[in-house]
């Protein structure tokens, strides 16, 4: 959602920041646009649509310049048009500003230099922005001073970037929207996120809410908002180029589809102990949970999945366990009594319905944990601990690899509380622990082995597609549906198998395809319902291990999943899913990384 780019010092700053675009799409944007400055002065070239659209312009314009920004814009405020696309600049053209995220006062700020002579000639939040630099300018003001009186001005979340007058500098800052400065060797970037400049550089800073920096060709300055002089640690990031690109895959989705045996590698190395049957968490050692008696586990999306796939397991141990939609915790008011531990899920930690539950929670008196796949993002900040997924870059907009291995991740840290809270481990810790570390093998053999495909081209035609599951299934049910529903634009519904009596049966038909998830806990339950939906002649795809007995028997089809625990089988049964959903999407020629009106980081709430 909305991508920023920028970079000084490099021979030419076309080709870094366009790359940077291109690496940014996977955030989801419907404009894009950048200004270098050059001999020339300040050029800029906008357009809707593609960045492939916005290379074709810049090559038509001759766009040249030593250093600049660029940006790709999801539309919240004003239309998709070329005028709404960022960068902003004030009437002279001198000054140019890209921004993430929401200007709440924009409004009064804009009737107040309107009032002044200002001319807009936009609709968006942002263009306030260049327009309140020019006034100071106009005042005396030095170029860093103008701008950090502009952005003193400013309520609502923002990353922002800026090109002023004739200093040769990028001037940003951030306040709850994501940005990370990059330092190559003479050269520095700035962007939403790492794989926009991962070419260039692997040597980081995660900024901070409140950091401004000041980029030349000659280094940078972090500053806070007074002035004073912040020290903000360089660090490496590990991913090479190739993680962040499509490695010969045709699509980023299918490519993390088919990194899950990796990345679940990483998410339990070294915190398995099969000696001992027990979980060895680096960050919380045995004790830290002991004073824990209930979990809000706040998320969107498919975290949210993740969070209620961990809240059914906690609960089955007897730790009372809720999941919220972290956009709907402010409403739901629950109530935070001594003991509760609040656990966000996010990938991208920068997700602002799920800030915001944590900063409610923390107001609360709530212990707050963070689980995400992001170094240094927001949420790990915001938080009081946080336990890093380590799934790698994720680019594709509908999530795979991370759920996978935030629901891995959530079960070592379920096995660590009840062990912490009840002083020891599970009665199936051990099998479980097994079952984990079969995982990876496990994942590997569906994707050597899925028939999905097959499946997808069969039920190609249908009206509408339903997914049952009970207990972790259900969940495993609402991402199936969601994954298949984002990118084939079908009409498709997750259920608890035990919901579809009570309605959405009236929906079932020969032409709805019913996929029912078996973990090998309640599973004669779940079969009962299959035969309801059977008798009303639709087809059933079963998700299962059972593969010659009663359920293999009344299914259609069988996606079949190795054997495992049954708290593991959710996650084998979500990689079938992901599977179907990427197959049913393709066969329909959807732009499968980057699905209509979707972003993969919804900073806006
Ligand atoms: C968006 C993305 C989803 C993601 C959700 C939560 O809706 O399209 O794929 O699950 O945000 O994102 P987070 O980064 O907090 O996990």
């Not at 080709?15 to 646009?33: C, F, I, N, Q, V």
């Not at 700035?190 to 000041?214: K, M």
């Not at 299962?544 to 259609?556: C, K, L, M, Q, V």
């Amino acid at each position: 959602m909305c991508g920023i780019t920028a970079c000084i010092g490099t021979a030419d700053s076309v080709d870094p920041l366009m790359s940077g675009l291109k690496r940014l799409e996977y955030r989801g944007y419907d404009s894009a646009g950048l200004a270098v400055k050059g001999q020339d002065g300040l050029s800029l070239t906008k357009r809707v649509g593609e960045v492939s659209e916005l290379a074709s312009a810049v090559e038509q314009d001759s766009l040249d310049g030593t250093f600049g920004i660029g940006h790709t814009r999801w539309a919240t405020h004003g239309g998709v048009t070329n005028e709404n696309a960022h960068p902003h600049t004030d009437e002279s053209g001198n000054i140019a500003v890209v921004h993430n995220g929401i200007i709440g006062n924009f409004q009064s700020l804009r009737t107040e230099l309107e009032a002044n002579g200002h001319v807009f000639s936009s609709e968006t939040d942002t263009e306030v922005v260049p327009h309140l630099i020019e006034e100071s300018l106009r005042d005396g003001a030095t170029p860093e001073e103008a701008f950090r009186s502009a952005v003193g001005r400013l309520s609502g979340t923002y990353a922002l970037a800026a090109i002023i007058g004739d200093e040769d500098a990028i001037f940003a800052t951030r306040s709850g929207s994501p940005l990370v400065l990059g330092i190559g060797d003479g050269e520095y970037f700035l962007a939403s996120d790492v794989p926009a400049f991962i070419p260039y550089t692997d040597r980081v800073v995660y900024l901070h809410d409140g950091d401004f920096v000041v980029t030349t060709r000659d280094g940078y300055t972090i500053s806070d908002a007074a002035g004073r002089p912040v020290d903000r640690s360089v660090e490496t990031v590990d991913w090479d180029p190739e993680t962040a690109t499509k490695g010969g895959y045709e699509h980023f989705m299918y490519k993390e589809i088919h990194e899950q045996p990796g990345a679940l590698r990483r998410t339990i190395h070294g915190r398995l102990n099969p000696l001992s049957g027990g979980v060895e968490l680096e960050e919380f050692p045995s004790g830290t949970f002991a004073d824990v008696r209930q979990i809000h586990l706040v998320a969107m999306g498919t975290s949210h999945h993740a969070g209620m796939y961990a809240a059914s397991l906690l609960s089955a141990l007897d730790i009372p366990a809720f999941p919220f939609m972290a956009g709907e915790y402010a409403v739901t008011v629950p109530p935070v009594t001594p003991g509760t531990l609040v656990i966000a899920v996010s990938q991208s930690g920068e997700t602002a319905d799920t800030l915001d539950a944590v900063r409610r929670a923390r107001a609360a008196g709530a212990k707050t944990l963070a689980l995400t796949n992001v170094v240094g993002s927001s949420i790990t900040r915001e938080c009081d601990d946080e336990l890093l997924i380590r799934a790698g870059p994720e680019i594709g907009v509908a999530a795979t690899k991370t759920f996978s291995s935030q629901v891995t991740a959530l079960t070592l840290l379920a096995e660590r509380i009840v062990e912490d809270v009840t002083g020891t481990a599970s009665t199936d810790a051990a099998e479980i622990i097994d079952a984990l570390s079969r995982l990876p093998g496990d994942v590997q053999e569906i994707l050597d082995t899925s028939t999905s495909r097959d499946v997808a081209a069969e039920y190609q035609d249908s009206d509408a597609y339903f997914f049952i599951g009970r207990g972790v299934a259900h969940p495993v049910a609402l991402e199936g549906a969601l994954k298949f529903k984002e990118i084939s634009y079908e009409h498709a519904e997750g259920f608890a198998a035990s919901e579809l009596k009570h309605g959405p049966l009236a929906l079932v038909t020969p032409f709805t395809p019913v996929f029912a998830i078996f973990t090998g806990k309640e599973d004669e339950a779940t079969l009962s319902n299959v035969k309801e939906v059977q008798a009303r002649g639709a087809p059933v795809i079963a998700v299962t291990s059972d593969r010659d007995g009663e359920i293999a028997e009344f299914a259609d089809h069988v996606l079949s999943i190795p054997e495992t625990h049954p708290d593991v089988a959710g996650i084998l049964a979500n990689v079938q899913l992901q599977l179907v959903a990427y197959h049913a999407a393709k066969l329909l020629d959807r732009p499968i990384d980057k699905p209509r009106n979707l972003a993969k980081c919804v900073t806006v709430e």
